[in-house]
């Protein structure tokens, strides 16, 4: 069982998420925002986070530098499951990557619920 | 009417990618939700069905508002009850609103005369309003879900809009959002997660019927309205 901060602002989205990631066996923490999930993030450390880009006023990317800017959190893995197309993003790709930690990315609209809790399976399991 | 000078082609392909990008939200919503139901055996179908009936207004109204401004369709303006019009757009609005956890009000209270406008082109800007200002409201963390269709006097006429207490609503926020619309995933960043598409929508209806939408304060609560003529000859009556 993992500690997961999910970071999706669709409240209809993040409810689903939730409930399919808890049948999963894990904890969830649904959080709207890129600043109630450094609260979140400083309440119980999470083993991953799974991180919409597209937010209201913090952007993804803000909450990364953020979030990467604490020691104890940069080893954390941070998924993005986003709206945003891989291809709008591709030149920041290796900076999202390389300097921010982001471990995987995953296209929200064609990544069903099976798919994004085996991803954040795959990633828990390269941390151990 | 549609001031045909203003019309141009390029704002409905800028309104079609916007809308374009906000249908994905509600199809992703069906698709997991339908997938969550199959898994579990327990689909929630009240949900589904709200989710796909305020997709479909959305089209609907999308599709009004770009005929208006770019044929030669006209709506018939003509006397309106506000109340009414706030009152059939809160019914529209309901099972949405609900799924989203968030309360509507109807704050209705004073004496409005008439207004002159489209009943039908009316509602389906505040519909279109109400669904971009719902799905937007938690992800805002604002503590009281909660949205008012009001309506007010004003020194221009009479306001009809949708009210709550996200202060980034601004003029200033609403007049970058229209412009950024093209190029933007977010025009109204610190507003909405989404495209937005509804209030841009409602903004093409109302410029069909050569009426504003503008924002507004309602009491303590911020929001967007369409600012509406009184019909003057049957307040004197």
């Given at each position: 069982m993992a500690h997961i901060i999910l970071i999706e602002p669709d409240r209809l989205l993040a409810q689903i998420y939730c409930q399919s990631l808890t049948a999963a066996r894990h904890s969830v923490i649904p959080c709207a925002s890129a600043q109630a999930a450094i609260l979140a993030a400083d309440q119980q450390t999470p083993d991953v986070v799974v991180l919409e880009l597209q937010l209201i006023e913090h952007s993804g990317i803000e909450f990364l530098y953020e979030f990467r800017s604490y020691t104890e959190w940069q080893n954390i893995p941070v998924i993005l499951h986003t709206q945003v197309p891989a291809g709008e993003f591709a030149s920041n790709w290796q900076l999202l990557r390389d300097e921010l930690g982001a471990s995987a990315y995953l296209y929200k609209p064609l990544t069903s619920l099976r798919g994004l809790t085996k991803a954040i399976n795959t990633n828990l399991s390269l941390v151990a | 009417m549609a001031d045909q000078a203003n019309v141009s082609p390029i704002l409905s392909q800028q309104l079609l990618l916007n809308v374009a990008e906000q249908l994905k939200l509600p199809l992703l919503q069906i698709a997991r939700q339908a997938e969550y139901g199959r898994l579990t055996n327990q689909p929630d179908l009240k949900t589904i069905q709200a989710t796909a009936d305020t997709a479909l207004q959305l089209l609907d109204n999308y599709l009004l508002g770009v005929r208006l401004n770019v044929s030669d369709q006209q709506l018939s303006i003509e006397q309106v009850s506000i109340a009414s019009v706030l009152y059939d757009a809160a019914q529209q609005l309901d099972g949405f609103a609900k799924s989203y956890g968030v309360a509507l009000e109807l704050n209705i209270a004073g004496k409005f005369g008439p207004v002159m406008a489209n009943r039908q082109g009316l509602q389906s800007a505040l519909v279109s309003l109400g669904a971009a200002m719902i799905e937007a409201l938690p992800a805002q963390e604002s503590p009281d879900l909660k949205i008012q269709l009001a309506t007010h006097r004003c020194r221009y006429g009479i306001v009809a809009g949708l009210y709550s207490?996200?202060?980034?609503?601004?003029s200033k926020a609403l007049n970058q959002g229209r412009r950024l619309q093209a190029v933007s995933?977010?025009?109204l960043i610190n507003v909405s997660?989404?495209?937005?598409?509804g209030v841009f929508v409602a903004d093409a209806i109302l410029h069909a019927m050569q009426l504003k939408l503008k924002t507004s304060r309602h009491h303590r609560l911020y929001g967007l309205g369409a600012v509406l003529k009184p019909n003057y000859q049957m307040q004197l009556v």
């Amino acid at each position: 069982m993992a500690h997961i901060i999910l970071i999706e602002p669709d409240r209809l989205l993040a409810q689903i998420y939730c409930q399919s990631l808890t049948a999963a066996r894990h904890s969830v923490i649904p959080c709207a925002s890129a600043q109630a999930a450094i609260l979140a993030a400083d309440q119980q450390t999470p083993d991953v986070v799974v991180l919409e880009l597209q937010l209201i006023e913090h952007s993804g990317i803000e909450f990364l530098y953020e979030f990467r800017s604490y020691t104890e959190w940069q080893n954390i893995p941070v998924i993005l499951h986003t709206q945003v197309p891989a291809g709008e993003f591709a030149s920041n790709w290796q900076l999202l990557r390389d300097e921010l930690g982001a471990s995987a990315y995953l296209y929200k609209p064609l990544t069903s619920l099976r798919g994004l809790t085996k991803a954040i399976n795959t990633n828990l399991s390269l941390v151990a | 009417m549609a001031d045909q000078a203003n019309v141009s082609p390029i704002l409905s392909q800028q309104l079609l990618l916007n809308v374009a990008e906000q249908l994905k939200l509600p199809l992703l919503q069906i698709a997991r939700q339908a997938e969550y139901g199959r898994l579990t055996n327990q689909p929630d179908l009240k949900t589904i069905q709200a989710t796909a009936d305020t997709a479909l207004q959305l089209l609907d109204n999308y599709l009004l508002g770009v005929r208006l401004n770019v044929s030669d369709q006209q709506l018939s303006i003509e006397q309106v009850s506000i109340a009414s019009v706030l009152y059939d757009a809160a019914q529209q609005l309901d099972g949405f609103a609900k799924s989203y956890g968030v309360a509507l009000e109807l704050n209705i209270a004073g004496k409005f005369g008439p207004v002159m406008a489209n009943r039908q082109g009316l509602q389906s800007a505040l519909v279109s309003l109400g669904a971009a200002m719902i799905e937007a409201l938690p992800a805002q963390e604002s503590p009281d879900l909660k949205i008012q269709l009001a309506t007010h006097r004003c020194r221009y006429g009479i306001v009809a809009g949708l009210y709550s207490d996200v202060e980034q609503l601004t003029s200033k926020a609403l007049n970058q959002g229209r412009r950024l619309q093209a190029v933007s995933r977010q025009p109204l960043i610190n507003v909405s997660h989404t495209s937005a598409a509804g209030v841009f929508v409602a903004d093409a209806i109302l410029h069909a019927m050569q009426l504003k939408l503008k924002t507004s304060r309602h009491h303590r609560l911020y929001g967007l309205g369409a600012v509406l003529k009184p019909n003057y000859q049957m307040q004197l009556v």
